[in-house]
């Protein structure tokens, strides 16, 4: 069955640094998405991505973050200055349509800033 | 504000119990509501999705219901196995947004 993928598994990196989290979408799915879980909270909704553009965003992407989908199968989130705060698991997630489809969610990435 | 509230926030129970968590939810315009299986360190997997119409609908030992007057809905587990621990993550979309907003899940251990 296909899934999402998403790499590293861990990154951990200082304050300050940028960093690129990388995700591979299912292959004919073409809507894309970035969720973050703080370590004992909610999963949190970043940002959707459609027809090589954003389509939504939420307050906490902020002008720290972007995605791109540099090519046919990648998807990639960055945040460009890292905060203390950034520290959590990013899940990306795809899915056939949008709307109602289900989204179907990769197995994280910690992030630990240091 | 757009909110999703579950509880309990934790449970325990023996293996071939059946369970019930519960969900409430303050969406507004509401599209459907999702149940999704959380294990540890990894990401959502989704068991149900229902909309406005739907009352119940079942996965296996899971039956997801919803009633959209009260804005409540719930995950029953029949025949409870050692593989269902893990939090269950009760997520409502947004109407005309692909945006969904999650609870914070009620963590389930099934004990031997």
């Known amino acids: 069955e296909p899934e999402v993928t998403q790499t590293p598994s861990h990154q951990v990196t200082q304050m300050g640094q940028e960093v690129i989290l990388r995700c591979v979408p299912i292959s004919n799915h073409l809507y894309f998405y970035w969720y973050r879980q703080i370590l004992g909270q909610k999963v949190e909704f970043l940002v959707s991505?459609?027809?090589?553009?954003?389509?939504?965003k939420s307050e906490i992407f902020d002008d720290q973050f972007s995605v791109e989908r540099p090519d046919g199968s990648n998807f990639t989130l960055k945040i460009r200055s890292t905060k203390l705060e950034d520290s959590a698991m990013y899940f990306c997630?795809?899915?056939?349509?949008?709307?109602?489809?289900?989204?179907?969610f990769g197995p994280g990435t910690r992030l630990t800033v240091l | 504000k757009n909110q999703v509230e579950q509880s309990p926030q934790s449970l325990i129970i023996l293996e071939g119990k059946n369970c019930t968590l519960q969900c409430n939810y303050t969406v507004s315009p509401f599209s459907n509501l999702r149940w999704y299986k959380q294990d540890t360190g990894r990401g959502p997997v989704s068991l149900t999705i229902m909309t406005f119409s739907e009352n119940t609908k079942s996965n296996g030992r899971y039956t997801a219901t919803l009633d959209a007057d009260t804005k409540q809905s719930s995950l029953h587990i029949t025949a409870s196995q050692l593989s269902d621990s893990a939090s269950y993550i009760c997520v409502v979309r947004l109407g005309g947004y692909n945006k969904l907003i999650f609870g914070a899940g009620t963590r389930l251990a099934v004990h031997p």
């Open positions: 997630a795809s899915s056939e349509r949008g709307g109602p489809d289900t989204q179907y």
């Open positions: 991505f459609y027809n090589n553009e954003i389509s939504e």
